[in-house]
C-alpha cells in the first residue's frame, strides 16, 4: 500500500512563500514518480508539478514555473514543494501523489495520494 502523508500548507500573504512536505512512512519514495496536485473550491482537479523517480526530471504546469520548485530528500524519504511568490489564485488543498509517469503536462494518473494539506493565499 502507498500511503503518502501532505504537509506544510498554512495561511499566507501574497507574494508569501511555503514548503510542501510528502512523505512516505511504508515504501521508498524514489523508486516512484512523484508529484502534487491541487484541488481549489469550484474548480477541476490540476496537477502543479512532478519529479521523475530518478529525480533528474522536474515537471510543471505553467503558472507555477519559476515560482515553485519540486525535490527529492532521499536521505529523509521525502518529496518537497518549495512555493515562493504565492498569489491568491494558488489557493487549494494540495494532495501529493505517486504519478504513473512525470509527464510535461503534469496530466497523468495518479496510483495513490495523501489525504491533502490545504493552502490559503489571502491577505
Known amino acids: 500500500q502507498l500511503q503518502l502523508v501532505d504537509s506544510g500548507g498554512g495561511l499566507v500573504q501574497p507574494g508569501g512563500s511555503l514548503r510542501l512536505s510528502c512523505a512516505a512512512p511504508g515504501f521508498t519514495l524514489d523508486h516512484y514518480a512523484i508529484g502534487w496536485y491541487r484541488q481549489a473550491p469550484g474548480k477541476e482537479r490540476e496537477g502543479v508539478s512532478c519529479?521523475?523517480?530518478?529525480?533528474?526530471?522536474?515537471n510543471y504546469v505553467d503558472s507555477v514555473k519559476g515560482r515553485f520548485t519540486i525535490s527529492r530528500d532521499n536521505a529523509k524519504n521525502t518529496v518537497l514543494l518549495q512555493m515562493n511568490s504565492l498569489r491568491p489564485e494558488d489557493t487549494g488543498v494540495y494532495y501529493c501523489a505517486v504519478f504513473y509517469l512525470c509527464d510535461s503536462t503534469v496530466t497523468s494518473g495518479v496510483r495513490s495520494r495523501g489525504r491533502g494539506t490545504l493552502v490559503t493565499v489571502s491577505s
Open positions: 519529479i521523475s523517480s530518478s529525480g533528474s526530471s522536474t
